[in-house]
C-alpha cells in the first residue's frame, strides 16, 4: 500500500518509483521494451523464472509490474492473483489478445491496464506514468484516521518504506531498526492526532512493564534524528504529559 502526502513533480516520481517488473516469455520483445523503458529512466528487471513468477515478483518488490497473459506452466491472469495477494504495485496486462472478455478478465483478476499488442512504445509509456501518478503521487488517496496505513509513504522528495524500513530520497537512504519503524507505522495511522506514551509502549513492546519508559524517549530521538537529514526535522511534535503527533509542515516540538 502506498501514501503520497505532498506533491512531487514527474522527474521526481520516476526517480523514486522507477522498478518495473517485466513478465514477458517473447526474449526479443522482452529486450525491446527493456531498452524502451531505459531510455526513459526506468530500471527494468527482466521475470528469469516463469514457472514461479509470483515469488521472484515477491523478491524484486517492483513499483510497477508489465505483465503477459500467454506465458509457460501457468497464464497471467492466474499470476495477477497472486501477486495481488501480497502487493498493491500496479499491474499493466500486456497481451495479443484483443478480445473484450479477456480485458475483463484482466481487470477481474487485479489488473489496473490494458495494452493491446503491438503498441507503440510512447502509449507504454504514458500509461505507466499516468499509472504511477495516480498510485505514488498526486492523485494518490490519502487513508483517514483508523484506515491501514501503507506500507510506503512519500513526504515531498522522500520515501518511507516501512516494509523495507528505509528513508529514502534522491541524496540519501537511511535504514530504520524495526523499533523504529512500528514507532512510525503508530503515528502515521494516528494522521495527526496525539498517540500517548503509554499506547506506544505497549504497542511497540510486548511486555511493556517491564520496559523503561526512558526507551521510549530514546528511539524516538533516534528516530527525529534519522528524520532530519531529510527535512523533516520537527515532524514528530511532542505533545507534553501526553504523547506524540505527526506534523510534517515541520514545526519544532514543543
Not at 503520497?4 to 526479443?28: C, M, P, Q, S, W
Not at 526513459?40 to 497473459?69: C, K, M, N, T
Not at 500509461?127 to 487513508?143: D, F, N, Q, V, W
Request: hydrophobic share 40%; charged share 30%.
Amino acid at each position: 500500500m502506498y501514501l503520497h502526502i505532498t506533491d512531487i513533480r514527474l522527474k521526481g516520481l520516476i526517480e523514486l518509483y522507477n522498478h518495473i517488473f517485466l513478465v514477458e516469455d517473447d526474449a526479443a520483445l522482452a529486450s525491446y521494451l527493456k531498452q524502451q523503458l531505459e531510455r526513459f529512466g526506468y530500471e527494468v528487471h527482466v521475470a528469469e523464472e516463469l514457472r514461479d513468477v509470483a515469488e521472484e515478483a515477491r523478491q524484486v518488490q517492483p513499483d510497477l509490474i508489465l505483465l503477459d497473459i500467454n506465458l509457460p506452466y501457468y497464464d497471467g491472469f492466474y499470476w495477477c492473483r497472486q501477486i495481488r495477494s501480497f502487493t498493491k504495485a500496479p499491474i499493466i496486462f500486456l497481451s495479443a489478445r484483443d478480445g473484450s472478455m479477456d480485458q475483463v478478465y484482466a481487470l477481474d483478476s487485479g489488473g489496473d491496464e490494458y495494452v493491446t499488442k503491438p503498441f507503440h512504445p510512447d502509449v507504454l509509456i504514458a500509461k505507466i506514468r499516468a499509472l504511477l501518478r495516480r498510485t505514488y503521487g498526486e492523485y494518490a488517496e490519502i487513508p483517514r484516521q483508523g484506515e491501514a496505513v501503507p506500507d510506503v509513504v512519500v513526504v515531498g522528495n522522500v520515501k518511507i518504506d516501512l516494509r523495507k524500513l528505509v528513508l529514502e530520497s534522491d541524496q540519501r537512504t537511511e535504514s530504520l531498526t524495526k523499533t523504529e519503524g512500528t514507532l512510525l507505522r503508530e503515528l502515521l495511522a494516528a494522521n495527526g492526532e496525539v498517540v500517548t506514551r503509554d499506547t506506544l509502549l505497549e504497542t511497540i513492546w510486548d511486555d511493556a512493564e517491564f520496559v523503561d519508559d526512558n526507551t521510549l524517549t530514546v528511539n524516538v530521538a533516534r528516530l527525529r534524528r534519522k528524520l532530519e537529514p531529510f527535512g523533516l526535522d520537527g515532524s514528530i511534535v511532542t505533545v507534553r504529559g501526553l504523547g506524540y503527533r505527526l506534523d510534517w509542515s515541520g514545526g519544532q516540538s514543543r
